[in-house]
């Protein structure tokens, strides 16, 4: 290169970014005054009927002027079917879709290049649906085990919680489809949800229950939120001012729209003038919902103001012009191999190895003749069932055919369904009667099981089990299962459990019983086809716990502290002691921790350092270390960084996880990892000041494999 080039060439790359800059700012001012000129030529009445649903999932437009109305779909499993009017199925036959593995699984993978490949691959798939609000990711906080959306969230932690929910936000709209993101906010339980009020103090609130909705605001750059159904102290969170104003609005800077839940919005002028910016729900007449002739009446009567009527329509302009009416949108694509590969991928990076004791997996294939399959599980599909989002799949490999598909042609594979799987509406909805143990068919497994060289045995959940709208009544395994896996390993001690759940499940009795325990989830389109690969060690398992069992539900935080699930108020008496945080913080030992999993290999830490002892509140701390493959396969490590604050000046959790990497290590190998975290990180919120303070002082950075198995520790000191 030319002596002279130099600085010519760092101007210009200098140059580069502050033009894009320069038109992103001419472009967002031109976007502003196209919606400025577009609300000049609205009616009133034309206002109103964009803010408010005209069917289940859309908004009426203004045709008078070419604006469409605003399509929105569920997640998070995939682009739900097409329904009619009271919620049955449209009966079409071109909204099929890839139903991807559910939140938990995804969290599980602990992999956020996959949160994205997820999130792009469902943009895509909704932009050839016309779908162009995606009602996903959801992410509220697991606080208790028994909520019956755990399977939809992703993760007990809110720093997991939110790099995840981070990267499937920008990877939908990517395609330039909203992500919506749900449920803002403390919607931590189904029971009462929609008339319950949550006492929560303030600390808790900042940093557990809401720093993931600020990365998907912040950083993310969500186009839209949804307000929760609950209410928070006292308020609707659809008319609850300090979220949706103060915190969302002004604090955050979001711009984008305030969707309510469906029929989660409760009054006119509080939620119009709060923030509420669009209010949907599901039946008619759309004419009476507070958003269409109440409001219109409210704005006439001088209850609301043109200006914030304005103003919401200003901001679903905002969002249209960034998807419906975007220039050069992408194109889109649906149930394409490539989001087949990517709903496989998460499912074998989400599949957890809990316990693997005689060495049995992976599956010598070769030398298997005979395998026994048990299980109402091994047949069961899951893109639908129960109440809320699901997907019209395709297709779903359910574990037999993935079995029948991966293992080698000569081995024999017999079926016996072992417990039947029914879950029957009591006199409401909330209450459920579920199917017992059956003797008979429990015999025929067990002779099956016997006259078998191996078995595999799938048992948990199923949706219809699971599910939106209420919670589980215990953490027992349903249908009557441990009559079953007892009979089966008394058969048959050659036996693999395989246990498909969205949520942690009362498995004690099996942890000692077995020798062999595999964790799958709902697990997508792909879900036989991955979890075969897996069994058959074509993939290393690399899923480790998005969030704790406990050893009994009543050593849980909620549930330790009687604070579950109130009745109309539920206090958080347990603070911002979640998960983790309180099993290590009161030293209770857990059934399987957060952040648990096994794989084929072993990994051993090493050489923890950090880049200097010592940091500002402004710089950012780099920990290294060196991780070894020590066993005979390739694999995936997931390595955690938590932090812990001895001596602080506040109360805190024994330790927080702060950052996390996975890492790919060959036989034999050994990775170098990197970890970084910012110094403002450590920050607790402090509720005098209603400021994010970072104590001085020492600091253990602890690294492990798990939250229970730290393996490597250092310290720093913060000036
Ligand atoms: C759920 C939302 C969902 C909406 C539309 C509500 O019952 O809470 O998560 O997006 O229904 O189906």
């Not at 993101?181 to 931590?188: G, I, R």
Request: proline share 5%; with cysteine.
């Amino acid at each position: 290169m030319k002596r002279n080039a130099l600085p010519f060439l760092v101007s210009l790359l200098l140059f580069i970014p502050t033009c894009f800059v320069a038109a992103q700012t001419s472009k967002d001012q031109a976007t502003q005054q196209k919606i400025a000129a577009v609300i000049k030529q609205l009616t009133l009445e034309e206002k109103i009927a964009m803010l408010h649903a005209n069917g289940i999932f859309g908004t009426a437009g203004v045709p008078r002027l070419n604006i469409p109305g605003l399509m929105t779909d569920d997640g998070p499993l995939g682009v739900r079917e097409d329904v009619l009017e009271g919620w049955g199925s449209a009966k079409l036959t071109t909204d099929s879709a890839t139903y991807f593995p559910n939140g938990s699984a995804l969290a599980a993978t602990w992999n956020p290049a996959l949160s994205y490949d997820y999130g792009r691959a469902v943009g895509e798939e909704a932009r050839a649906r016309k779908k162009y609000v995606m009602l996903a990711p959801a992410f509220n906080i697991a606080r208790t085990p028994l909520n019956g959306r755990t399977y939809e969230y992703l993760s007990e932690d809110p720093y997991l919680n939110a790099k995840l929910a981070v990267q499937s936000v920008k990877g939908i709209q990517s395609q330039n489809i909203a992500a919506c993101v749900k449920h803002y906010a403390l919607n931590n339980q189904e029971i009462a949800r929609g008339s319950v009020s949550v006492e929560i103090d303030e600390r808790a609130m900042q940093e557990i229950y809401l720093p993931a909705f600020k990365a998907t605001i912040i950083e993310g750059n969500a186009w839209t939120i949804m307000s929760a159904y609950n209410k928070l102290r006292g308020v609707y969170c659809s008319e609850n001012p300090y979220l949706l104003k103060t915190i969302l609005k002004e604090q955050w800077g979001f711009k984008g729209i305030v969707i309510s839940d469906w029929g989660g919005t409760h009054t006119t002028v509080a939620a119009a003038n709060n923030g509420l910016d669009l209010e949907m729900g599901s039946n008619p007449p759309y004419n009476t919902y507070y958003f269409a002739d109440p409001l219109l009446k409210a704005v006439k009567e001088g209850k609301v103001s043109v200006a914030t009527i304005d103003e919401k329509v200003g901001r679903i302009l905002w969002v249209m012009y960034h998807t419906t009416m975007s220039e050069n949108p992408p194109a889109g694509s649906i149930n394409t191999a490539a989001h087949s590969k990517t709903a496989y991928d998460i499912a074998t990076e989400s599949i957890v190895l809990l316990k693997n004791e005689k060495n049995m997996l992976p599956l010598n294939t070769a030398k298997i003749k005979s395998v026994a399959v048990i299980g109402d599980n091994a047949i069961r599909t899951n893109h639908l069932g129960g109440f809320g989002a699901g997907v019209k799949a395709r297709y779903e490999i359910t574990p037999l055919k993935g079995l029948e598909n991966k293992l080698d042609k000569n081995t024999t594979i017999k079926f016996a369904q072992g417990y039947r799987a029914i879950v029957k509406s009591k006199e409401n909805f909330n209450a459920i009667e579920t199917s017992k143990a059956d003797p008979a068919l429990i015999a025929e497994a067990a002779a099956l099981a016997k006259s078998s060289e191996l078995t595999i045995l799938f048992v948990g959940a199923n949706r219809d089990y699971e599910s939106e709208s209420r919670d589980r009544p215990d953490l027992s395994l349903p249908f009557g299962e441990q009559q079953l896996i007892d009979a089966v390993l008394a058969a048959n001690p050659n036996t693999i459990i395989v246990v498909t759940a969205g949520a942690p499940y009362a498995i004690n009795k099996v942890k000692s019983q077995s020798s062999t325990i595999v964790w799958n989830w709902y697990n997508g389109s792909e879900n036989g086809n991955a979890l075969a690969d897996v069994l058959t060690g074509k993939v290393n398992p690399s899923g480790k716990m998005p969030f704790t069992f406990p050893a009994d539900l009543k050593e849980s935080p909620a549930h330790a502290l009687n604070a579950y699930p109130g009745d109309s108020v539920v206090t958080y008496k347990e603070g911002i002691l979640v998960g983790y945080r309180w099993f290590d913080t009161k030293k209770i030992a857990p059934l399987y921790p957060f952040g648990y999993g096994l794989s084929y290999t072993n990994y051993a830490y090493a050489g923890l350092k950090t880049d200097k002892p010592s940091y500002k509140t402004n710089e950012t701390i780099t920990a290294s270390l060196t991780i070894s493959n020590t066993g005979n396969y390739s694999g995936k490590e997931i390595v955690q960084l938590y932090v812990s604050k001895p001596n602080s000046a506040v109360a805190r959790a024994d330790k927080e996880l702060k950052a996390f990497t996975k890492v790919l290590v060959n036989k034999a190998g050994k990775a170098e990892v990197k970890l970084t975290i910012p110094v403002k990180d450590l920050a607790y919120y402090d509720t005098k000041s209603s400021k994010w303070i970072v104590e001085p002082g020492t600091y253990k950075i602890l690294v492990g494999s798990s939250s229970a198995q730290i393996n490597q520790t250092a310290s720093i000191t913060v000036q």
